[in-house]
């Protein structure tokens, strides 16, 4: 109750607090700079000048307190050791020769190359298929039904499908293994098997991205003019052609900015490795890592925030690439 | 190079039918234009044909070869859009080369097409641009280029000229009548509302109004002998004036009385029976001429549109209102004199007409036999 009650009172303070930031900053600007007398233009023109800046002013400063300055502060934090003293680029070069740094890397990399291109598939093939039939709506909301799921509720329910009992714990009640079994193969533990366990858990982040992809593949596949297509099945064209030729090329655009949005997602991935193995068996990767050396046994914040910078330096280039093609087409 | 006969082709989309025992017979060489107000199906007739709708019922026939179920893409046929729907990822080559590359034509053949094509169109300089880089008549030629390219026995052309601009309209029209002078062999299908489209370009036209042919004939013959009051209201501009009134005398030329007062004289032969039966008259605003003595209309002139060439007359009238006629119809009488008679307006002026010119409808069908 008395939370409630705090919570309640937090965002009426919030609310009211904006209301009355802008309403008396304003009327401010207005006493300071009177729109009569015998400054009145000059007055005019420069309150017209700050106005703006008086109301972005507190999205920029909560912007940069909450983005800028913690990319400064770790940059700062990688440069010491876990006492606190500076000690320059040796978190990195001790980064640089750690195992489990380098199987992260390699990880990563995995789900890089495979997640994206993966997710953009399904969705793209999704997205073509349900286009033009008349439950193709219902389809695509089932499809798009893991969206809503949240990455550990996600990797709690592949938990139950890679679920394996071991010789006395009684019968397999994981999914996976109730299949081979109907198949005749032996039941695995499979989120132990060495490299493979990856994929098991890339297709957990596939699963949740395909429904994404398809969603804004498909009201891309939408917006191409069904003349250029009737035009295609005229001149000769199959429909595996018209959707290689026609229509992907003019949803490129698109494609790239659902790679990219899915690429940045994967390179920050933590949640389902988390949840699943905790980077164990060889399924580490580089934001579990971080996390492992920044809050966890004795923790190192020099170690953990040099992987930080190191993922924000891999993060940037597809982010940057990203913003400049979904400008490209919104235009 | 085809012949086309569609035989009692029927629309329909689930219980609603949107045209009904369509019959007709195209030869090869000819350039028929549909037209019609919009939403009565010569578009959805012309996709029929080129088998991007279904025929709910009845057959198509080109070449003597029921082509109902044959995919468009066999039948053919080249079609030019409305919106051009020229692929917007490919340059002027490719779009033109498409329909070859996908039917893996070899590569010098393609080549050769393609700029024997551009050569015709003019369209050389722009080989290597893409659409969005050319104008709307460029484009728009493009899209005839594709369909000469694939050197099909029947083109259609499905209102190519409504996104031009009225200059370039009248430049492409004469482009396409040129194009069509060229391939004699060619059948050429052609849809428009645009009725100077379709009586500059067609051999025939078809008239379609009501979810079926109202008259197939050449351009003058639906001009000069309108089978039915629609047509009669929906060729020319502004369109016919129908003058309700009474046959008063039969024989090789019949009298109508009109219930304004007016008599007219034809030359449409009718029999005693027809004697004193409700009619309409039916006369071009362009075949009028002031008359001293007998008239078949006497009125006040209301308004004078002087266009320069022609002046046009409105005169208060009861009218009888046909569904092709155009609203100022439907109050006015019309009458298109050439000149200007700007000092016309509120004077009363008697009007009469060549006798040979004049129709009458019975019940909308005309009574020319």
Same mark, same amino acid.
């Given at each position: 109750m008395q939370q409630a009650l705090f919570a309640l009172s937090t965002i009426i303070i919030g609310v009211f607090g904006c209301v009355a930031y802008f309403y008396f900053s304003n009327l401010l600007l207005d006493r300071m700079? *009177?729109?009569?007398? *015998?400054n009145a233009g000059r007055n005019i023109n420069r309150a017209n000048a700050i106005r703006p800046w008086l109301f972005v002013f507190p999205a920029l400063a909560i912007l940069s307190i909450y983005l800028l300055y913690p990319v400064f502060s770790t940059a700062y934090l990688s440069l010491h050791d876990s006492g606190g003293d500076f000690i320059g680029v040796g978190n990195y070069t001790w980064l640089a020769q750690d195992e489990k740094f380098r199987e992260s890397l390699v990880n990563n990399l995995m789900w890089l190359l495979v997640v994206p291109a993966a997710s953009t598939f399904f969705g793209l093939v999704a997205a073509g298929l349900t286009d033009r039939i008349k439950w193709g709506q219902l389809a695509q909301s089932l499809v798009f039904m893991p969206m809503a799921i949240s990455f550990v509720g996600a990797a709690v329910i592949w938990k139950f499908i890679y679920d394996y009992r071991g010789d006395n714990q009684g019968e397999q009640i994981g999914l996976l293994n109730a299949l081979v079994q109907a198949f005749g193969g032996d039941p695995q533990a499979w989120i132990t098997l060495p490299f493979w366990n990856n994929f098991f858990l890339m297709a957990i982040l596939i699963w949740i991205q395909t429904g994404f992809a398809m969603v804004i593949l498909s009201a891309a596949l939408k917006g191409i003019s069904e003349e250029t297509i009737e035009a295609a099945y005229l001149d000769g064209a199959s429909p595996l052609q018209v959707f290689f030729k026609i229509k992907i090329p003019q949803i490129w655009g698109t494609i790239a900015v659902v790679w990219t949005t899915i690429t940045v997602t994967v390179l920050k991935v933590f949640d389902i490795v988390f949840a699943m193995t905790n980077g164990q068996w060889g399924t580490q990767v580089l934001a579990n890592l971080m996390y492992d050396w920044m809050f966890r046994g004795s923790p190192d914040f020099g170690r953990g925030s040099a992987i930080v910078v190191v993922i924000m330096l891999l993060v940037t280039p597809v982010m940057v690439w990203n913003i400049y093609n979904a400008h490209k087409e919104s235009r | 190079m085809a012949d086309l006969k569609l035989t009692d082709v029927v629309k329909s989309y689930g219980n609603v039918n949107v045209l009904n025992d369509i019959d007709l017979d195209i030869k090869t060489g000819e350039l028929i234009v549909f037209v019609g107000p919009s939403g009565c199906g010569k578009s959805t007739l012309l996709r029929m044909i080129a088998g991007l709708e279904k025929i709910t019922d009845g057959t198509l026939e080109i070449d003597g070869q029921v082509v109902n179920d044959v995919p468009p893409s066999q039948r053919g046929i080249a079609m030019v859009f409305q919106s051009y729907a020229l692929y917007p990822h490919m340059t002027v080559r490719d779009n033109m080369a498409f329909a070859l590359n996908i039917a893996k034509k070899p590569k010098a053949e393609i080549d050769a097409a393609v700029d024997r094509a551009a050569k015709a169109l003019q369209l050389e300089p722009y080989l290597d641009r893409l659409p969005k880089a050319l104008s709307g008549g460029q484009r728009q030629r493009v899209a005839i280029g594709r369909a000469i390219v694939r050197d099909p026995k029947v083109y259609l052309f499905d209102e190519p000229l409504s996104n031009l601009d009225a200059a370039l309209r009248v430049a492409t029209r004469i482009e396409i009548a040129q194009l069509k002078e060229a391939m004699p062999d060619s059948t050429m299908i052609y849809v428009t509302h645009d009725q100077v489209e379709a009586m500059t370009l067609a051999d025939r036209i078809v008239v379609l109004a009501n979810k079926g042919i109202a008259q197939v004939g050449s351009p003058l013959e639906l001009y000069e002998r309108p089978r039915t009051e629609f047509v009669a209201q929906f060729i020319g501009s502004p369109a016919m004036n129908l003058l309700p009134g009474k046959i008063t005398a039969t024989g090789a030329k019949t009298e109508v009385t009109l219930d304004a007062g007016g008599v007219a004289t034809t030359e449409i032969a009718t029999t005693e029976a027809d004697m004193g039966r409700v009619v309409n008259l039916g006369v071009r605003p362009e075949d009028f001429v002031i008359a001293d003595g007998d008239a078949i209309f006497e009125g006040e002139v209301e308004i004078v549109e002087a266009l320069g060439e022609v002046s046009l007359l409105y005169l208060p009238a009861k009218m009888s209102v046909g569904e092709g006629a155009d609203s100022a119809n439907q109050t006015h009488l019309i009458a298109k004199l050439p000149g200007i008679h700007d000092q016309l307006k509120g004077q009363r002026v008697r009007l009469t007409a060549d006798p040979s010119k004049l129709q009458i409808f019975a019940d909308g069908i005309t009574m020319r036999t």
């Amino acid at each position: 109750m008395q939370q409630a009650l705090f919570a309640l009172s937090t965002i009426i303070i919030g609310v009211f607090g904006c209301v009355a930031y802008f309403y008396f900053s304003n009327l401010l600007l207005d006493r300071m700079c *009177p729109a009569k007398g *015998p400054n009145a233009g000059r007055n005019i023109n420069r309150a017209n000048a700050i106005r703006p800046w008086l109301f972005v002013f507190p999205a920029l400063a909560i912007l940069s307190i909450y983005l800028l300055y913690p990319v400064f502060s770790t940059a700062y934090l990688s440069l010491h050791d876990s006492g606190g003293d500076f000690i320059g680029v040796g978190n990195y070069t001790w980064l640089a020769q750690d195992e489990k740094f380098r199987e992260s890397l390699v990880n990563n990399l995995m789900w890089l190359l495979v997640v994206p291109a993966a997710s953009t598939f399904f969705g793209l093939v999704a997205a073509g298929l349900t286009d033009r039939i008349k439950w193709g709506q219902l389809a695509q909301s089932l499809v798009f039904m893991p969206m809503a799921i949240s990455f550990v509720g996600a990797a709690v329910i592949w938990k139950f499908i890679y679920d394996y009992r071991g010789d006395n714990q009684g019968e397999q009640i994981g999914l996976l293994n109730a299949l081979v079994q109907a198949f005749g193969g032996d039941p695995q533990a499979w989120i132990t098997l060495p490299f493979w366990n990856n994929f098991f858990l890339m297709a957990i982040l596939i699963w949740i991205q395909t429904g994404f992809a398809m969603v804004i593949l498909s009201a891309a596949l939408k917006g191409i003019s069904e003349e250029t297509i009737e035009a295609a099945y005229l001149d000769g064209a199959s429909p595996l052609q018209v959707f290689f030729k026609i229509k992907i090329p003019q949803i490129w655009g698109t494609i790239a900015v659902v790679w990219t949005t899915i690429t940045v997602t994967v390179l920050k991935v933590f949640d389902i490795v988390f949840a699943m193995t905790n980077g164990q068996w060889g399924t580490q990767v580089l934001a579990n890592l971080m996390y492992d050396w920044m809050f966890r046994g004795s923790p190192d914040f020099g170690r953990g925030s040099a992987i930080v910078v190191v993922i924000m330096l891999l993060v940037t280039p597809v982010m940057v690439w990203n913003i400049y093609n979904a400008h490209k087409e919104s235009r | 190079m085809a012949d086309l006969k569609l035989t009692d082709v029927v629309k329909s989309y689930g219980n609603v039918n949107v045209l009904n025992d369509i019959d007709l017979d195209i030869k090869t060489g000819e350039l028929i234009v549909f037209v019609g107000p919009s939403g009565c199906g010569k578009s959805t007739l012309l996709r029929m044909i080129a088998g991007l709708e279904k025929i709910t019922d009845g057959t198509l026939e080109i070449d003597g070869q029921v082509v109902n179920d044959v995919p468009p893409s066999q039948r053919g046929i080249a079609m030019v859009f409305q919106s051009y729907a020229l692929y917007p990822h490919m340059t002027v080559r490719d779009n033109m080369a498409f329909a070859l590359n996908i039917a893996k034509k070899p590569k010098a053949e393609i080549d050769a097409a393609v700029d024997r094509a551009a050569k015709a169109l003019q369209l050389e300089p722009y080989l290597d641009r893409l659409p969005k880089a050319l104008s709307g008549g460029q484009r728009q030629r493009v899209a005839i280029g594709r369909a000469i390219v694939r050197d099909p026995k029947v083109y259609l052309f499905d209102e190519p000229l409504s996104n031009l601009d009225a200059a370039l309209r009248v430049a492409t029209r004469i482009e396409i009548a040129q194009l069509k002078e060229a391939m004699p062999d060619s059948t050429m299908i052609y849809v428009t509302h645009d009725q100077v489209e379709a009586m500059t370009l067609a051999d025939r036209i078809v008239v379609l109004a009501n979810k079926g042919i109202a008259q197939v004939g050449s351009p003058l013959e639906l001009y000069e002998r309108p089978r039915t009051e629609f047509v009669a209201q929906f060729i020319g501009s502004p369109a016919m004036n129908l003058l309700p009134g009474k046959i008063t005398a039969t024989g090789a030329k019949t009298e109508v009385t009109l219930d304004a007062g007016g008599v007219a004289t034809t030359e449409i032969a009718t029999t005693e029976a027809d004697m004193g039966r409700v009619v309409n008259l039916g006369v071009r605003p362009e075949d009028f001429v002031i008359a001293d003595g007998d008239a078949i209309f006497e009125g006040e002139v209301e308004i004078v549109e002087a266009l320069g060439e022609v002046s046009l007359l409105y005169l208060p009238a009861k009218m009888s209102v046909g569904e092709g006629a155009d609203s100022a119809n439907q109050t006015h009488l019309i009458a298109k004199l050439p000149g200007i008679h700007d000092q016309l307006k509120g004077q009363r002026v008697r009007l009469t007409a060549d006798p040979s010119k004049l129709q009458i409808f019975a019940d909308g069908i005309t009574m020319r036999t």
